[in-house]
């Protein structure tokens, strides 16, 4: 009798158990309405690990529950560069390095701005590099090579990013064809700001076009301020207008730059302002539930080492192996609805089809 009455006391906690876990399915298969994905351009584990251990603030990638690894190399390179780089996430195909948009065959493929626009969900980008660099001109671009940034910008004027924020003035108003690209924006609805002093002021429009510096923007070190954070917000408040969702591609471009200069110092600095940017993507996604915020790279840069230091062991040396990207893994960081989905060691083509699953786009 005693064993009976265990068994069915048993029988009601496992049942319970089962009810807990079944809820916990359901809040884990929710879908996110909005997205933020945060490219570190050339942030691998070392430039994060120097870095925030040398920042007074809160850690913004402490703050995620789920961590991934992500395999960067190319169509036909180990190591990739941000035009390949990107393009995965935007295509989910590998590609050659330089690709913006088109596949390994040159076959500009569907990006997922495009699949977004189909459902009138609202899209944009936010840089610090020129709005039309390799990683964001993946998102709404198809050209063979990079370099083309005037052919770049027109495809601005498709209609499919409705938000660009970050350098590149010239790529618009003083162009090989002669063409004044905001004039022709304007026609199409948007409203363009064409501004070369780094300034950041809030925009209410919901189609903007908006250039800060006539190519890349100022570092950090130079003083550029709280420009990504300012642009991060104001950008996910202006296509948080359409109330169908969107997508926000936001990168911290120069933490690359840093290390193709192998300045430690200047990627350090870049890093801090990219780490204040998630941790303000962080706050606003937890107030609001419904946005999935991703953090990864394209791939790291300048096999930065954190060696021994004899006069301070508890400190160390930052070493830049060389002045190009490597093929190690780079980090995936995720939170919200369908975070989850980014655990694991996957290749880069993977986070697209991820962002494709839980979006619903076909
Ligand atoms: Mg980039
Ligand atoms: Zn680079």
């Known amino acids: 009798m005693k064993k009976k009455i265990f068994l069915s006391i048993s029988l009601i ?17 929710n879908k996110p309405k ?19 251990s040398e920042y007074n603030g809160q850690n913004a990638f402490e703050r995620f529950k789920v961590i991934g690894l992500s395999k960067t190399h190319s169509a036909d390179d180990y190591v990739t560069d941000s035009g390949a780089g990107a393009t995965v996430f935007s295509i989910g195909k590998k590609t050659f390095n330089g690709a913006i948009g088109v596949g390994a065959d040159t076959v ?8 977004l626009k189909k459902k009138n969900i609202a899209t944009g980008v936010v840089a610090t590099s020129s709005i039309t660099h390799a990683t964001p001109a993946t998102f709404y671009a198809h050209v063979g090579s990079r370099n083309s940034e005037d052919d770049i910008a027109a495809f601005l004027l498709k209609g499919n990013c409705d938000i660009a924020i970050g350098g590149g003035f010239q790529f618009f108003k003083s162009r090989a064809d002669k063409k004044d690209l905001f004039a022709e924006l304007n026609k199409q609805g948007f409203v363009t700001i064409g501004d070369t002093v780094n300034t950041f002021k809030p925009q209410t429009a919901t189609r903007l076009i908006y250039t800060l510096a006539t190519d890349g923007m100022k570092t950090m070190l130079d003083g550029r301020g709280g420009f990504l954070k300012q642009a991060t917000l104001n950008a996910s408040d202006l296509l948080a207008k359409n109330t169908n969702g969107y ?13 193709h200069a192998m300045n430690y110092e200047y990627m350090k600095t870049e890093l801090h302002d990219f780490n204040e940017t998630i941790n303000a993507v962080l706050d606003k ?41 490597t093929g190690v893994m780079v980090p995936v960081f995720a939170y919200g609805p369908g975070a989850e989905e980014f655990a694991g060691v996957y290749e880069n083509t993977e986070i697209f089809y991820k962002f494709v699953k839980l979006l619903g786009l076909k």
């Open 247 to 259: 997508m926000l591609m936001v990168e911290g471009s120069q933490i690359d730059w840093g290390g």
């Open 285 to 325: 996604a937890e107030k609001e539930g419904d946005i999935l915020v991703v953090v990864t790279a394209d791939h790291e840069t300048g096999g930065l080492a954190l060696t021994v230091n004899k006069e301070n062991r508890k400190s160390f040396i930052p070493k830049y192996t060389y002045n190009k990207h």
């Open 13 to 29: 906690a496992l049942l319970a158990i089962g009810m807990i876990s079944v809820s916990f399915t359901q809040k884990k298969g």
């Open 108 to 115: 500009a493929y569907e990006n997922i701005f495009e699949k």
């Open 34 to 52: 909005k997205v933020i994905f945060l490219i570190g351009d050339g942030m691998g584990l070392t430039q994060i690990s120097g870095a925030m």
